[in-house]
């Protein structure tokens, strides 16, 4: 369902007019991981009321292929990471190539 041309495509626009710049989903098992690269002034109010729909019968759609965590809000679908490690921030005893 997310290859190129098979997501709908107001559900693309949907998140192009809310600011995503740059969105990867990632997949394994019953977990997904989203990196998403927005606009400073993310989320963006939708425009369109029927994209709005689309949106959401996509969500439906989507919405069994994915466990919550089991401290997850009720509705909460996507949770927010905290970032502890990025080697691009440690310098090492030898030069990069």
Known sequence: ???PGAVWPAVIDHIRAQGVE???IWHRDTRLFMILEAADDFPR??????????NARWELLMDRFQKRLRD?????????????????????TREST
Do not use: N
């Not at 109010?45 to 689309?54: G, I, L, R």
């Not at 909460?76 to 490690?85: A, D, N, Q, T, V």
């Open 1 to 3: 369902m997310h290859e």
């Open 22 to 24: 740059a969105m990867e």
């Open 45 to 54: 109010s939708v425009e369109s009321p029927a994209k709005t729909a689309d």
């Open 72 to 92: 997850a809000a009720p509705g909460e679908k996507w949770s927010p990471l905290i970032r502890i490690f990025h080697l691009a921030e440690h310098p090492g």
